[in-house]
């Protein structure tokens, strides 16, 4: 998603942002994204654990 994103545009969003939201509360948005985008991996991991112990075949299953 953010692969075509060069440096250049990594410094005009957080130019853009900063004079949007300002110096105080910039802190504040990135931590509350830094937060959701660690609950979202998590989510994501729980989902694929559980599926993958779906495709595993038990015990009545190999018998």
Do not use: C, W, Y
């Amino acid at each position: 998603m953010f692969s075509n994103i060069g440096f250049p545009g990594l410094i005009l969003i957080l130019v853009i942002a900063l004079i949007v939201f300002g110096p105080k509360k910039l802190p504040e948005i990135g931590r509350a994204f830094g937060q959701t985008l660690k609950e979202f991996k998590n989510s994501t991991r729980e989902l694929t654990m559980d599926d993958d112990d779906d495709k595993k075949p038990t015990l009545k299953e190999i018998k």
